[in-house]
């Protein structure tokens, strides 16, 4: 059996794929600050792209994008802030976040994926 841990590095990984194959380019994944982490950093044409990936086996508990909690909103924004401190090249561009919801019913399944652009904002 997976860990919780192994099983989202799975998901995350899949959502790259998901995100890569619609034209979006991976610039990092597990983007780790003081006080947060980012699942996945890419780019879209000229603007840089913060998602948050979350995954749930069934719905019975809501649908996986409700755990994007405004607290967990301002530390992913705060931890873009770092990244764009880290990066300058990308400060220039515009900025968006995104999550990505993964319903994946049994593991042998392919997984359902729900991408909401601009989720959350400053």
Known sequence: MLSKRAIGARYEALAAQYLC??????????????????DLILLEQETIVFVEVKYRTSSDFGHPSELVTFHKQKKVIKTAQRFLQKNPKYALLDARFDVISVLSIKPENEPNFEWVRGAFTT
């Open 21 to 38: 194959a619609r034209g979006c380019r991976l610039i990092t994944k597990n983007f780790l600050a003081r006080g947060g982490e980012i």
